[in-house]
């Protein structure tokens, strides 16, 4: 049987290079923003598709009304981008256009709606998921997930690691033969401390007690 072993390796060698990229560009950009210190915060508004646009103007109009003295005096300021609609994106064939991803790079905080994954075979041309795109290119890399059921006593905040395990080359499994293919994980210290650090300062902000680790 004939095996694919040298552009398996070199695929390899390409995906552990691109690693290397990312981590020193986190050791280089690791301070985070001082929000207090910006004299104007942007809030960019993805709007999406399908239900996207409808669910995040109602999600703009509350916040309107509750930021209204901010942005009377300028501190705050919306701005709405549309390009990650499905039909842009499988028009120009990206998951995520260049020029929408530099729109989201000047905001800093970002409110999405929705967006489809088309898949290969529904007719459409198959794209990754704009929200692993997004958690890559921003470097997101803290899920922050509350749950709270008081009659049963359970507050949790769960801190998941969104940028590293599968999500960071989940895409980009290689086959090496019809019977054999392979898929990567990747873990780096700096991903597992910065994961860590942001769990244990909320415990520790916040009065919890307990953290656990949990791997899936």
């Known amino acids: 049987m004939e095996y694919n072993i040298e552009d398996s390796k070199k695929k390899f060698e390409k995906i ?21 210190k910006l004299e ?37 300021e919306f701005r709405i981008i549309s390009g990650l609609t499905i039909e842009n994106r499988l028009e120009l064939g990206e998951t995520l256009p260049k020029d929408t991803l530099d729109e989201i790079k000047q905001c800093h905080v970002l409110l999405k709606g929705p967006t ?9 041309k198959n794209l990754e998921s704009a929200n692993v795109a997004l958690r890559r290119e921003l470097d997101l890399f803290a899920n922050v997930r509350p749950i709270k059921v008081p009659n049963l006593g359970i507050d949790w905040t769960f801190f998941r690691e969104n940028t590293e395990g599968s999500y960071v080359v989940g895409s980009k499994g290689m086959k090496v033969h019809e019977q054999i293919s392979v898929d990567f994980c990747v873990t780096t210290q700096i991903g597992s ?24």
């Open 193 to 216: 401390e910065r994961i860590a650090r942001a769990a244990f300062d909320y415990a520790q902000k916040t009065g919890k007690k307990w953290l656990y680790s949990i791997v899936k």
């Open 116 to 124: 489809t994954t088309p898949q290969a075979g529904d007719g459409t």
């Open 40 to 76: 104007k915060i942007i809030i960019g508004v993805v709007l999406g598709d399908g239900i996207g646009p409808k669910i995040c103007q109602q999600t703009v109009d509350v916040l309107t009304g509750l930021l209204k003295d901010e942005i009377s005096v300028g501190k705050i």
């Open 16 to 36: 552990i290079l691109e690693q290397i990229e990312r981590v020193e560009s986190i050791l280089q950009n690791s301070e985070s923003v001082d929000f207090n």
